[in-house]
């Protein structure tokens, strides 16, 4: 019944099936989370604004690392205003989480530092150039949702393997297109991404949380 009412609001906003809870992990582990939240109004059904929390193992407070900086967020990695409506993207536990924890530390504050002097809201590079970037860099197999525009940004004209791991995109800032056996076919326009994801199976919007189906994993 879910999903028929999600194909039935497909044409104004996008609908996830089976999202991941906004659960805080025990902290036995070193925990990595990928996260977004939506900007404010206007742009809240439109845009959203990704950012890694890493809490080591038997630690209680969380880093974020997301441009403009590195910040310390407290105990919940959820609540991070001024973004609304939080979607848990991705999840790294252990030691896979030690490497990505290491891997954060090292190379984000470099992709900060570089994105800041060189920012554009729109087309790129911004906050989600940042997610993207850091995803490939540290080898975490993960995508950022439809409407984080930016995401795909590779310069004028560029090229690279997705941060999935099973695709390539080829961009320039006004055409783009990304294929992938895990990430199907993408066609981004303006920096606007519709397509087909093959798995999990779900149609990409550039709408609200950027698929209608099946929550990414």
């Known amino acids: 019944m879910r999903l028929v009412l999600c194909v039935a609001a497909a044409l104004t906003t996008s609908c996830i099936v089976a999202r991941q809870p906004l659960t805080i992990p025990s902290e036995d582990e070193t ?3 990928l996260v977004t939240g ?5 742009m809240d059904n439109i845009a959203r604004h990704p950012w890694f929390a890493v809490r080591r193992a038997h630690e209680r407070d969380w880093l974020l690392y997301e441009v403009p900086s590195i ?3 407290g105990t919940n990695p959820f609540d991070h205003s001024p973004y609304l409506a939080p979607i848990l993207h991705a999840v790294w536990r ?4 030690d490497r990505a924890a290491d891997c954060l530390a090292r190379e984000a504050p470099a992709i900060i530092h570089d994105i800041n002097n060189h920012y554009v809201f729109y087309p790129g590079p911004n906050s989600n150039t940042f997610g993207d970037r850091a995803l490939r860099r540290c080898g975490l197999h993960a995508s950022l949702p439809a409407t984080s525009i930016g995401k795909d940004w590779l310069g004028w004209i560029g090229a690279d393997v997705t941060s999935e791991g099973t695709g390539v995109p080829l961009e320039t800032a006004v055409l783009g297109v990304k294929l992938g056996l ?3 076919i993408e066609l981004h326009v303006l920096g606007l991404s519709i397509g087909l994801d093959l798995w999990p199976p779900a149609i990409i919007l550039p709408l609200g949380p950027g698929r209608l189906g099946f929550a990414d994993r």
């Open 38 to 42: 939506a900007l404010g109004h206007p």
């Open 31 to 33: 925990t990595v989370l």
């Open 94 to 97: 252990g030691p896979e989480a």
């Open 71 to 73: 910040c310390h967020c």
């Open 182 to 184: 895990k990430e199907g």
